[in-house]
């Protein structure tokens, strides 16, 4: 159980088993999909997929969905210190509750259907078509969540955790940002800095700001500073003075490993300062 302190505090990266940790990751991805189902379904699918989007409660330790209204309001929670999805209402009272160790996909929906019920909606809606595939797991295929470590939940917890924090701070320093948003496909937190917004945001010109738990790209949790949309030249971008590196393969951008940060006595102004780098190149590029 987490400390009330650790839960507002930076939560310190220290090493751990990065295999290990993929799993983790690996299997609340597909856990997370029955969260973002809630407000997919009964706000109504939308072109970018945003009533599916999550965001980090940092009180609880949970990644939350939307709010839908029905009965009573409520939303779909995963913890990170039990590996249990809630549904709680607006004073954050426990509807239902559910423990994923030891449990399938399809026993998590029918309970999920149940408590749907009780607050006056159709079950009919619910469904796990998904508008994006992901990738293979065994859950996939009607085997059950393992019961994980709980230690290693709070370390990948924490990374979500310090993301948001981080995100936050940063959200002080620039003008114009977005909302703090967990993908429900790609399982990572990212924000946008806008730099010059247009009458369509399919065209505005910003920087994201991210960090993924491990993906297609790198296996192991790393933050990364990227542009969008307009493509920058790599012969204009310096090289980092941080432990950062400038990726230059399907995607352009800065990234920095969690793991770099393991021997830091300063761990929240190290990633500070390699966010404020990459994005201060990023910025005279793009404003030139």
Not at 147 to 157: F, Y
Not at 184 to 192: H, I, L, T, V
Not at 201 to 222: C, K, L, M, R
């Amino acid at each position: 159980m987490l400390r009330v302190s650790d839960k507002y505090d930076w939560f310190r990266f220290a090493p751990v088993d990065l295999d290990a940790l993929k799993d983790l990751k690996d299997q609340y991805h597909q856990a997370l999909q029955n969260v973002a189902a809630v407000g997919r379904m009964f706000l109504g699918e939308d072109e970018n997929d945003r009533n599916a989007v999550l965001h980090w409660v940092p009180g609880l330790w949970r990644l939350a969905g939307q709010w839908v209204t029905a009965k009573e309001t409520f939303r779909s929670s995963i913890s990170f210190e039990d590996f249990s999805i809630y549904l709680v209402n607006k004073k954050v009272k426990t509807l239902a509750t559910i423990n994923l160790a030891g449990k399938k996909q399809n026993q998590v929906l029918v309970w999920l259907e149940e408590h749907i019920i009780n607050l006056n909606l159709s079950s009919s809606h619910l469904v796990m078509n998904l508008p994006y595939d992901l990738p293979p797991h065994p859950t996939q295929k009607g085997e059950s969540f393992s019961a994980p470590d709980l230690q290693l939940c709070k370390c990948l917890g924490g990374h979500f955790h310090n993301a948001f924090f981080l995100f936050s701070e940063m959200k002080e320093l620039y003008e114009r940002t977005s909302g703090i948003d967990i993908s429900p496909e790609r399982f990572d937190a990212r924000m946008q800095i806008i730099l010059k917004e247009t009458d369509e945001e399919a065209t505005n010109t910003y920087i994201v700001v991210g960090f993924s738990p491990g993906d297609e790209f790198f296996s192991e949790p790393y933050y990364f500073v990227r542009s969008w949309p307009p493509y920058v030249p790599e012969s204009k971008l310096q090289p980092l003075r941080t432990r950062g590196f400038w990726y230059e393969d399907e995607w352009i951008g800065a990234v920095y490993m969690v793991r770099n940060l393991w021997d830091s006595n300063d761990q929240r102004s190290t990633i500070m300062y390699f966010f404020s780098e990459a994005i201060d190149q990023l910025m005279k590029i793009l404003l030139d």
